[in-house]
C-alpha cells in the first residue's frame, strides 16, 4: 500500500478544526491540485470560491442549517458550477453557444467537473494532514448563498469544503461492501441478494453507531436512509438552475 492509498482509505469527516488559518501556500497547492482533475473536453466548467471573512463564514454557516464548522476552519471553498467565462468566450469568438449552455447535457458536465476538482482537493488537503469536511447544506438557501458569493449567470454554488488542521478524533465511518457497489460486466438487480447484503450492512452500521454513542444510537442504514429521502427536500432547485441559465433543454 502506498502512502496516497493510505490516504484515501484513512478518510474521515473532520467537525472540529483549530483555530489556526491555512497558509495561503497551502491554498494555492490545494487549488493547484483540484485544477489538475480530469475534465471534460478541456472544458474546466467550474469555479472555486475562497472564503476567509468572518462575518461571510458565519453568514454562510446560518445558510447551512447552523453548522458551527462552516464559520470555524482554515479555510473555507466553495466549489460552483460554472458556465460564465465560456459564455464570454462566445461573446469573445462572436459565436452563439446559449442553446449549448443551456442544456442538460453541459449542465451535467459542470457538476462531474466540479466535483472530480473538489475530491482532488480534499486528497491534497489530507495529504497535507489537514482534515476536510465537505458542506452540502450551502444549497439550504442556494439563492441567498448565490447573491452573498456575487455569482453571475451560469454559475451555481454546489457544495462548500471546510478545510483545516483537525482538533478532533473521529471514527471511520463503515462503507457499504464492495461487491454492492461493484458490479462486473452487468448490474446485479437480484433482488434477494441486495436485501442480504443490505441487512448483514444494517448490523455493520448499527454497531458502529451503538459503540461510538455507549448505545444510545443504534440506527439502521436502511432506517437512516428511508427517513431522509422520504421528505422531499430543497424543492426549490430545479427552479434556481433553469434561472442560472441551465436544464432549459
Not at 462575518?55 to 458556465?83: I, M, W
Not at 447544506?137 to 457544495?159: A, C, D, M, Q, T
Not at 436485501?195 to 443504534?218: F, I, W
Amino acid at each position: 500500500m502506498n502512502e496516497i492509498i493510505e490516504t484515501l482509505l484513512n478518510h474521515r469527516s473532520i467537525r472540529k478544526f483549530k483555530d489556526d488559518p491555512l497558509p495561503d501556500t497551502q491554498i494555492e497547492m490545494i487549488i493547484k491540485s483540484a485544477q489538475m482533475a480530469s475534465t471534460s473536453s478541456f472544458i474546466q466548467a467550474y469555479s472555486i470560491i475562497g472564503v476567509k471573512n468572518n462575518e461571510t463564514k458565519r453568514r454562510l454557516a446560518s445558510l447551512a442549517g447552523n453548522q458551527p464548522y462552516v464559520e470555524k476552519n482554515g479555510h473555507f471553498f466553495v466549489f460552483c458550477a460554472d458556465f460564465y467565462r465560456h459564455e464570454l468566450a462566445g461573446k469573445m469568438e462572436k459565436v452563439d453557444i446559449t442553446k449549448t449552455l443551456q442544456s442538460t447535457e453541459k449542465f451535467m458536465v459542470a457538476l462531474i467537473d466540479a466535483s472530480l476538482a473538489a475530491q482532488n482537493a480534499a486528497v491534497a488537503a489530507e495529504s497535507l494532514g489537514l482534515g476536510i469536511c465537505y458542506i452540502g447544506g450551502i444549497r439550504n438557501e442556494i439563492e441567498e448563498v448565490s447573491e452573498l458569493l456575487k455569482l453571475p449567470p451560469y454559475v451555481i454554488p454546489l457544495f462548500g469544503l471546510a478545510v483545516g488542521v483537525p482538533d478532533t478524533e473521529t471514527d471511520k465511518k463503515p462503507r457499504l461492501p464492495i461487491r454492492h457497489v461493484y458490479h462486473e460486466e452487468v448490474y446485479n438487480e437480484k433482488e434477494q441478494e441486495i436485501l442480504a447484503q443490505l441487512d448483514h450492512y444494517n448490523y455493520v452500521v448499527s454497531g458502529y453507531y451503538s459503540k461510538r454513542t455507549n448505545g444510545k444510537r443504534s440506527d439502521r442504514w436502511t432506517e437512516q436512509m428511508t427517513n431522509m429521502l422520504s421528505i422531499p427536500k430543497r424543492t426549490n432547485m430545479k427552479v434556481f438552475v433553469q434561472n442560472k441559465g441551465f436544464l432549459k433543454d
